[in-house]
């Protein structure tokens, strides 16, 4: 950072080498959360959403612009809502650069900026037939955390502080063939890598990994649909060409996050269905 | 642009030699337009902002993000936003690399990435005392074009479909000390400018380039009232040293934009005066 907030514009160096990685994400009232949610929890998503998508680029996150839309100036609400924003983004090395806030209804929209190595940015499109399709963590927990009864304190957690997987996503550069981060749903983001990719995903739900809470909260078959179609897991979803599988466990070992093989990508059988997005739903 | 919309992000490649400069500026319902308002005009000033933050850092623009918040999908108002934004970013050499749409209370949020080459940014801070102080084209016009009243056309164009100084902002590197763009009003800006550089302006307000519309409009007096105060000019004001004073007509011909001197930057007389922000009214 050669200038930071203060003149008309940031004034940034990236590294000799690297290609520029950038993404926009809004979380607005109503939508994304309700009227009265926790200011801190909002600062984490609104900054985690965008380091998922970075993390499904491989890319390492530097540099933040926030436009933040307020109803009014509140100062405990804005502390609280800066916290979560600033340990998440120190937690990453993301420096705040840029900004401007306005009057009106609330709406917070976030761009992180990043880096690559030359060439080595992981896409959606390039995953090969025949690929074995794997997920980070254990989808569905989000969603159970945004559902009214007794969910836990983990699931409540992972859904107002998702873990954006920022070093696992870098972890696998040249390993992973094709990338794509959960945010709609694990089934409807598999969809799109494959689309991408011109091929078919071939899931195995016995696979599927399911945390112990998710099964308590909602049952076997719950669970299943919510770890499919839960959306805002944040865990990244990527395919592994054969030669590189053995490659993989050193990349990203256990440590650093559970990984899952759940299925493969598979020349499309027919025409591919728009509406399906390239997912064939429970075929294995 | 090696990668577009459609991956979790843009894949950009800045160009050797080159700093990278961000803004994010926002358009907000009842605070920047009114409800109802040319959604022509909206997708152009969305982009105009960013564009004219840039010029005033001396950047070349490059690419822009675009969060939009919409309360329905209009495909008649998203087209005619489309062609104002499009415009203006065609006549920049922008693309559009990334966007957000999200359902909610209108709010545009603009990223714009442009650049410019290692060390030659213009910043706030770089004036000298003595140095003169000069303001492009004619301040003013776009306060008057927002006001009810017998206002001409040309005005309500300079309000709603403001031209930034993008050509004028790079032909400045290597001859301004300083730059900042007049969003808040040409006293306010030059304000900030004169602080940043540890100074005071001091401005003539008979130098002041007031348009014959603006005159016809608003009088002689409330010309300069609104040449000094109004905003949302987009103009640029800066300041060169006497050195380089001779080569300003050659980087800015009359034919590029009109500039006019209109005081000096000096050694502050006494100490800053936080809420004058540097700037000494119609001290000559």
């Not at 998503?45 to 996150?61: E, K, Q």
């Not at 009057?103 to 037939?129: D, E, H, K, Y």
């Not at 074995?132 to 559902?147: C, F, I, K, L, S």
Request: charged letters at 20%.
């Amino acid at each position: 950072v050669l200038l930071g907030i203060g003149d008309d514009a940031a004034l940034l160096r990236p590294a000799p080498g690297t290609e520029l990685v950038a993404t926009v994400d809004t979380l607005v009232e109503g939508r994304h959360f309700l009227a009265g949610a926790d200011p801190r929890s909002l600062g984490h998503r609104a900054l985690a959403v965008s380091l998922s998508d970075l993390a499904a680029m491989g890319a390492a996150p530097c540099w933040a612009l926030l436009a933040l839309t307020l109803p009014e100036a509140d100062a405990t609400w804005l502390a609280a809502f800066a916290r979560g924003f600033g340990e998440l983004a120190q937690r990453h090395g993301v420096a705040l650069v840029g900004g401007n806030t306005a009057r009106g209804p609330l709406n917070i929209a976030v761009q992180l900026l990043g880096s690559v190595p030359q060439g080595a940015a992981l896409r959606r499109s390039g995953a090969r037939a025949g690929d074995a399709v794997y997920v980070t963590g254990t989808p569905g927990d989000a969603a159970a955390g945004r559902e009214p009864g007794q969910r836990s304190a983990a699931l409540r957690e992972r859904c107002e502080f998702p873990v954006p997987r920022v070093t696992a996503g870098q972890a696998l550069r040249g390993i992973a063939s094709a990338c794509i981060d959960v945010s709609d749903g694990l089934a409807a983001d598999l969809g799109k890598l494959a689309t991408a990719s011109g091929l078919e995903a071939r899931l195995q739900p016995l696979l599927l990994p399911l945390s112990e809470d998710l099964l308590a909260f909602a049952g076997p078959q719950r669970a299943v649909e919510l770890a499919l179609s839960g959306g805002e897991d944040y865990e990244l979803c990527f395919t592994v060409p054969p030669a590189r599988q053995a490659g993989l466990a050193a990349a990203l070992p256990p440590e650093l996050c559970r990984i899952t093989r759940i299925g493969t990508v598979e020349t499309a059988s027919g025409p591919l269905d728009a509406a399906a997005e390239g997912f064939d739903h429970f075929r294995s």
